[in-house]
Structure formats: C-alpha cells, structure tokens
C-alpha cells in the first residue's frame, strides 16, 4: 500500500497501418538539416541490393544501389560527417567479412576480415563512428557467435574483443560520449559494455530479459533512455545510465523488427504484423 | 556501665536542658561547642574513653533534641547560618549509623510537608552526598560483638534498603531526586564498592602485618563482609538488581581483574548473600555480566560449595526460565566450563538439559520461547565440552537425542521441527564424530542461523578451559561476538553502485507498471470457458492446456452466465487437475481458477467442494486446497463492493486492480476516463471549501454476497469431522487437516460478520470447539482459539448472551483452566483478556443490562484492533 501504484503502461499515440508487408527498418528524416540530398537507404533487400532512395519533396525514387555480395541479416552502416564523401559499411563476401566503401563512388576501400582461427561467424549488425578527438573511423561490429568486435578501420585490425552473449548479437548500439554501447542478442539478455583509453572493451553488465530475442536497440539521441524491439512483440524502454526498465509496450501481435527515435523523442516501432506504433514516452524537456 | 555517674553523662544532661529551653543563640552555640568536643580533635580534647562514651550512649539523645528543636527561629539565633552548619555537622560526623537512624526515625515521625520535614530530608540527601553510607556499612561490617547488635543490624538493614519508599511515602511529590530508586540505588552500588575497597585494603595491611594465616583470613573477611553481603541481597530481592549491578559488575570486574585479594572479596561477598536473596542475586549478575570471564571473576567456584546458588544455576535459570538472552546463556555456561571443579556440572545440565529437550510431554506443552532456550543451552553446553568428556555419557546423549527427534519432527510446528533438526545435527556430529552425519533439509532463517552459529565452538572460551586456566585473569574480550558476526554483511549492493560513478543531471523518470511482462507463450489461449475445460480434459497439448489454465480466471470473471452452466463441473476438473508439466505457479494458477468459479457460482461450488472434503478418495493436498478455495472465496464474496467488482475482467492481482483490462482493449474508454478525471480535478480546484472531510466518500454500501450463501461454506464442513473413512481420520493421524479445518472454520466464522447466519454458525462453531479443546496438538489448539475468539467478533453482542450463553461459559471456563503456558501459541492477548470481561468478571450482582454494555464496549474495542487479522 505504501509504494504508489505505477502508471498503467500507455497507449501507442499513432498506429500507422497499410504498408502490406512486415516492416523491417525505420528511420526519422528531419528534412531541413540534410544538405541537400534528402537519401533514405532501404535494407537491403533479398535481392543483393543496397539502394539509395530521393525522398525529397515527396518524391520516393531509387537513386543509385549497392551490390552486395553476401545475404545475410546484417545491416549496413554509414558514416556521414557531412561532407561530400561518405563512409559505409557493409557485410562482405566469404561469410565472415566486412566491406568498408566510399561513398558516393562505391569504390572499396577496405575487407575487414577476422583472423582464420577466431571462428566468430557471420557479422550481425554494424556501428561505424569517428571519436571526436581522433580523426580515424572505427567500426563496431556484432558477431554470429555472440561476441563485439571494435575494429580500427584504417589500420584494419581488430582492437579489442570481448564474448558477451551466448547467442548471435542482434544488434548494438554505442554511445560515443559515455564510451559505453550496449548489445541485444537473440538470446535473453542485454549486455552493456565500456570503451576504456586503451580502446578495450569491458562488459559493465548484463540485463535479463523475460523473453529472448531482441531485432533492434536503439538509444535516444539525448542518451537518456533507449528503446529495443523484442521478437516477443514488446517493446522494452530502459533508463540508459541506470539500466532501470522503465516500461514494456505490448501493443503489436507480432515480432517487432526495428525501433527508431526522432530528435524531438518520438518513438516508433515497427513490426511484422505491419504496423508502425509511435509513442510519447518521457517527453525531452 | 559505671554505677556512678561520669562526667560526660552530667555534661550531657546539662547540654539537653540548655538546648531544650535556651533561647538565647549565644549559649547554645557554646553548649554544642563543648559536645562538638567529644566528636572531633577540638581544643580542649576530650580523653578516649570519654568519646567512646559519649558516642555510644549519649549520642542519639543529642541527636533527637537537636533535631526536635529545629525551625526557622531557631536556627536564626545566630546569624549567617553557623547554627545550622554546627547543627548539621553532629549528623554528619557523628557516628553514621546512629545518625542515620535518627535522620530516619525523625523523617518518618514528622507529619505533612513542613519546613522541619524538608530541612531534614535534605540533610539526609547531604549525608548520602557525603558517602556517609559507606562509612556505616564499613563500620557495620568492623564492629559486631556488641549487645543488640543483629537487632540494630537488622533495623539499619531495612532502613538502608527501604530508604526510596520511606522518603517517597512521607515526601509524596517534594520527594529529591536523590532518593529516587534508581538513583539512589546506584549510589548504594558505589558505596558497595568503595566498603569491599577498604575492606580489601584493610585486609591487605593485615596479611601484610601478620602473614597470611588462611584461618584467620577467612573468619575477618567472613564478618568483614556480611553486612554488605545482605544490604546486596535485600536490594536485589527488592528487585533492584539492575540499578545495583548495573554499577557494581563493572566496577568489580575492573578490581578483580589482576587482583587476587580483591577476587577473594568478591567470593566471600557472593557466599554471604543469605539464601533467599541468593536467586535475585545470581540473575542479577548473571545478566549483568558482560561474559563468562567476568562471571566467574566475581563468583569463583560458589555453584560447588553453595547448593541453594547450584540449584539457581543448574536448574532454575536454564529449565524454569527462559527469560536469558543468548548471550547471558554463553556466560553461565561458560562460568561453568571455566574450572575443571566445575566441568563435572556442565555434563551433569547437558544430560538433563537434554533429558528436557527429547520429553515429548515438554515438547506438548512448553512454550515455544522456553523450547527455544533449552535448545540453545543444549548448543552452548555441546560447544563447551570435550570429546572425551562426551565419550563417557554417550549412549545416554543418544538416548535422548533420538526420543526428542522422533517426537519434534511429529509435531505440527515449523520452528519445533526446525529446533528439532538442528539441534540434531550438531548433536550427532559430535557424539558420533566418526559415523555418517545426520543431515535434515530445513530453511535457512534467522532461527537456524543463529543456533548453527552457537554451535561452533567459540575459540575464546574453549581456548581458556584447554588449558585449564580459570582463574588467570584472562584478558577482556568483547562480549558474544557471534551474533553480530552474522548480522554483519551487505557488500553487493556497494558493487551496482559503482556501475555508474558519473554525475549527470539525472531527471527520474517514473517506471510504467510491467505486471503484464509475462513469457510469451505461442499457442493460443481459448477464448470459451467451455473450450478451457476441454483443453484441460483432453488436451494432449501441453501449451494449450497451460494456455488454458492461465486464462481460465480472467474468463470465469468475464463471462459468470457461461461459468454458471459448467460451474460444478469446471470445480470438478480443476479440484482433479494435476500438474502435468512444470508450470510456474501452477498452484496459484489452479487455486485462483478455483477461487473465481466459487465467487461466480458460491452455492453450488460450495456444495460440491465441501461435499468432497469428507469424501474417500482425495489426498490431505487436495482437502486442504479445498479448505483454502472455500476461505478465499467467502473473503472475496464478503468484501464490500464486490459485486460491482467481481465480473470484472483480468487478473486480481493488486498490481493490475486500477486497470480494467476493458479499458486497455478499447484505448478510447480510457481516454474517457481520464477526461473525467481532469474535469473533476478542475472542479476540486476551482471549489472552495469551508470545511475538510466533506468530500470523502465512505465506501460504497450493498448486501455482502456472502450473507446468502456462508451456511452453504459452513455447515457441511462441521458434518462429519468425527466420522473416519479409510484415507481419511480427521481426528486420527490427519490432524494437518484438522488444524487447517479450524482455521477455516474460524477465518469463515469472522467473514460472516453481520449476516443473520451468524449465531447459528457461532453457536455451531462453540459446540465444535467444546469437543475438540483438550487436543494434543498445538496447532490445532491455535485454531480453536482463533475460531473462538472470531465467534466473539462476529456475533452480535446482545446474541452472544442470549443464545450463546452456555457455551460460552463453557469456552470461558476451558481457557480459564489451560495456562497460557499450556497453550503454546498466545494468538491474541486481547482474547483471553475478553473472554474474561465478557464471561468471567460476572458477578452475582451485576444486572444483566450492565452485562451487556461492558460486553459491547468490549467487543467495540476489540473489533477495532483485529480487524486486519485474516487480510
């Protein structure tokens, strides 16, 4: 009786229905900031294809595309400094590699392939980012054996390396001023890591889920809280420096499949039972 | 005496008259001068012999003429007070006895608050002030030879005992601080100490003079201490024991430590206290010492030479009582491991301690508190002793061991089997070191926990008793370091909190409630009632059929007109239903299913359930789920408000109550509820008012759903309890069962407050307790009391005495025979406390109307404080 009875978990505020098919990625486009060329990339599809979309204006077209070279789940990741050229990262050929290109010339610059003993299987999800005080781009990538690779991209070897889950990595997300990431596996826990001086990896601590299976984590662009997309059609919104759960969003009858945050704190959600939930949780202020 | 009359005597007698006439300040000054004379080194000395007179014979007289003569005018003869410094300097040098007595005597003569009355008292508090008591007990201790002397010693004794009730009696609220109990009595610890202080210097100048002849040494020290020994023992047995010892043990546990003389001052002191304060005494200290060490300091080897202080220890303090805490049982056993002239009495309580814990009739009908105290002696006594100390009275130690086992683990009390279990397992591993241990399953609590630790040898004392030293001062420790040991811990929280030393503006953000984060289960649940009990008859699919059970509550809730038509069938399957694969909370899940069919259809089910209760084939398992769906039930039929509540849909648990899982399915109901919300906030906000406690609302009234059917719950359980069938003997081996009836009986009879049912059910129930009341077992017992005393709270006060006067009565004289004791659970105080108000205080005169309203203001009372006991 003492403790006050806890909000009753809130209602999506907007349900997006029609798309016809199972949503697989979502991303907030704030129009005016993009110079210039206002680009989506879809995922790349079955079709070994990564395309690059023009949605300025309305306009939906495919600009340009990617061959890719392996089928996998792994998504691509960019690095965009906003300058003209760009940096992206995509999973390579041969199973285990990773495929740095330029763009928009899509010349390869580099294959980031692992040791041939390391065994760490397929990458599932990639983070490309730059260090504010350091001009090189590093790669985080996620691998099939469960285990967080930082790779250096320019001197292409491996950094440091740390197993934090039993199973597959599903995705990851890092934040760059606190040094700490964090990753979801296709098991039952979240495991939060660190990036100390040295550039090693230490895992800080893990977090229990009630159901396994995580598609996408996602932290809010102002490092308070972040959002992941669980297989068991919930999503689970976390405190980001405490870890403290601080809601479960059952709204969606089937598998959510990826989580994005707008600048302004709009959460969306997009899931397999074709509909996109967006939600008001913990308005910035 | 001289025949002939001396000189002092003529200077006395001169001295009195002139005191007792003169007006004048002058003479009388001078005439006190001349007696001061014969007290202290004035000029012109008087000779010895006339200062031995005078203190002995003529003192007193002076004495009660000064003190007659007192008030104001008389002590303003002379100015700026040297009257009265002169005048109080006879009672304050003078012999302190006599002086003392007179203090006393004039105290208690003079009547009413007056100025004499105040002056003396204050005086009196002065001559404390000054240590004038230890002066007395010094010099009542020295001299003793003379005529009348045990009866002045036993004047004095009760006067310096007495002294707090005396001034208290006469001062009413003037009464000083001084002479309050528990100050005065700490004063008397310090001049104890400051008595066996010179008594042990004087003793030291004499061994030093003399040598130390034992003879002689014993037989001063024997007189030398008396005196003190019996002030000691009268405080005590005045029940001062705390006040006295308090400032005594310290004091003398710092004296003795190092010092052989002061130790033997001690032991006499302790062996002079008379016999019957000798009990008051030994607790006293007992409690009062900070360890065995220290005990055994003060008391040396007394349990040997003293029987009446060998029955206290051995017996009266570790089988009579059980108000010793742990560690004051640590001390008097370990007083008595420390000498070997004492290890043989160590055995000797471990045999009968042990004889006590195995007797099944102790473990009938002792307290639990008392059970629990013998259980611990038995540990530190284990802990204490040798291996070879043990070999020699082994098969005896078994012996007892095993009865005790056999009859603890019988018994229907968790904390009895779980003292039974541990003391077990410690006691078989040390008799039988070699063999197998004895190993029980029991929890881990604050109980076992704490035996267990007791168990261990403590390195302290076993160290000192190995190498036979008992007497070496052994160097102060921390008194009973164990318990705290295991209350010490809590580290793990220190290492989550390091996970995140950075500082940022961290704005809280309140959690959603998560109740609903279950495991997603992939089959899908029925949506039918109907379609439950099919998937739980047949289905071979084990997701289904736990997708089912889940769902059942929320459904029978939904849908009560579905449930009604398979109600006793759905009760059916659910009371078989078996727990087929590991399910989480499957019991729950099953009794709450259980619980929301009676709720839906009470009479009916009830029927059914209790119907089964009696019938052959079930297991106890299955009798008491029945016995706990029919007590949640009524609880739920008999709330207030429920009827409204009940159909409602999703699960009671409290987590989910404030939301109606309707609202959560159709978002726009909620959006409704919240718009009304915020209007009536707006209006709260906008209203003034003049006056607080307008706008809250009593709890909706309505008829409780369970005054229709509680008879349908009651009766048939109270059927056929003294009717066996072959699984099943109410009154035989499953009284499990039985003590789980009365408590049902009793949570049912107090749900049935305010139903016209009630006095029949009451009348029922007492009829049902009088058959059972003299049953051997405890819990049951329990029950009994509960069901009693919730007749008493839910029939009607004026029903009570007019229908069920007889049977009450006869509860009343029930629980008037059995001691509490006896009972070995006090449920409720308040019980026995009424039973006796409503039933017992009856006297012939008394009119029935007078009857009536003290019962009423009772019941008023009482209903008020157990309200909560079954929620």
Known sequence: MAAPCPPPPPDPQFVLRGTQSPVHALHFWEGAQAQGHPVLFSGQGRDLKLCLWDLAEGRNAVVDSVRLESVGFCRSSILAGGQPRWMLAVPGKGGDEVQI????????VCALKPKADAKLGMPMCLRLWQADCNPRPLLLAGYEDGSVALWDVSEQKVCSHI???????????????????????????????????????????????????IAEITIRPDRKILATAGWDHRIRVFHWRTMQPLAVLAFHS?????????????????SKDQRISLWSLYPRA | MEPAPSGVRLVVREAIQTLSSSEDGGHIFSTLESLKRYLSEMEPPALPREKEEFASAHFSPVLRCLASRLSPAWLELLPDGRLEELWASFFLEGPADQAFLVLMETIEGTAGPSFRLMKMARLLARFLREGRLAVLMEVQCRQQTQPGFPLLRETLLGKVVALPDHLGNRLQRENLAEFFPQNYFRLLGEEVVRVLQAVADSLQVTAGFR?????????????????????????CVHGRQQEMLGVLVPRLAALTQGSYLHQRVCWRLVEQVPDRAMEAVLTGL?????????????????????????????????????????????????????????RPLLLQVLKELLETWGSSSAICHTPLPQQRHVSKAVLICLAHLREPELRDSRDELLASMMAGVKCRLDSSLPPVRCLGMVVAEVISARIHPEGPPLKFQYEEDELSLELLALASPQPAGNGASEAGISLAPATAEPPAETPTEI?????????LAGFDSELDSDDEFVPYDMSGDRELKSSKAPAYVRDCVEALTTSEDVERWEAALRALEGLVYRSPT????????????????????????????????????????????????????????????????????????????????????????????????CLPAAAASQPGSAVTSDWRVVVEERIRSKTRRISKGGPRQGPAGGPSRFSSVAGHFFFP???????????????????????????????????????????????????????????????????????????????PAARLLEDLLDELLEAQSWLAGTSPRGLQVLPHPAILASLGSSCGQRSPQGSPGSRLQETLTWLRKTRTKTAGRWH
């Open chain 2, 286 to 342: 007992v409690e009062a010492a900070p360890g065995p060490e220290v005990l055994s300091r003060l008391l040396g080897n007394l349990v040997v030479k003293n029987k009446k202080a060998q029955f206290v220890m051995t017996r009266k303090l570790l089988f009579l009582q059980s108000r010793l805490t742990t560690p004051m049982l640590q001390s008097l056993l370990g007083y008595l491991a420390m000498d070997s002239q004492r």
């Open chain 1, 101 to 108: 290109l330029e763009m928009p010339s899509k010349t390869s």
């Open chain 2, 211 to 235: 040598g130390p002849t034992v003879l002689r040494w014993q037989g001063g020290l024997d007189s030398s201490v008396s005196f003190v020994a019996q002030v000691l023992g009268k405080a």
């Open chain 2, 562 to 657: 579905a449930t009604r038509e398979v109600s006793v069938e759905l009760a059916k399957v659910l009371l078989h239903l078996e727990e087929k694969t590991c399910v989480v909370g499957f019991a729950g899940l099953r009794q709450r299913a259980l619980v929301a069919v009676t709720v839906t259809d009470p009479a009916r089910v009830a029927d059914y359930l209790t119907s089964q209760f009696y019938a052959l084939n079930y297991s106890l398992r299955q009798r008491m789920d029945i016995l706990d769906v029919l007590t949640l039930a009524a609880q739920e039929l008999s709330r207030p408000g429920c009827l409204g509540r009940a159909p409602q849909p999703g699960s009671p648990s409290p987590n989910t109550q």
């Open chain 1, 163 to 213: 197993a934090c889950h039993e199973e597959p990595v599903m995705d990851l997300d890092f934040d760059s001023q606190k040094a700490r990431g964090i990753s979801g596996s296709a098991g039952k826990a979240l495991a939060v890591w660190s990036l100390d001086g040295q550039q090693a990896l230490q895992v800080r601590g893990t977090h229990e889920l009630t159901n396994p299976g």
């Open chain 1, 254 to 270: 089937a598998a959510v499949q990826c989580v994005a945050f707008a600048a302004d704190g709009l959460l969306a959600a997009g």
């Open chain 2, 487 to 495: 209350v010490d811990g809590g580290g793990p929280e220190a290492q």
């Open chain 2, 717 to 795: 359980l109270l059927q056929h309890f003294d009717r066996p069938v072959v699984t099943f003997d109410l009154l035989g081996d499953d009284q499990l069962v039985l003590g789980r009836l009365t408590h049902t009986l009793g949570a049912l009879m107090y749900l049935a407050v305010n139903t016209t049912v009630a006095v029949a059910m009451g009348k029922a129930l007492l009829e049902f307790v009088w058959a059972l009341r003299f049953h051997v077992d405890a819990y049951v017992r329990q029950g009994l009391l509960s069901a009693v005393s919730s007749v008493l709270l839910s029939v």
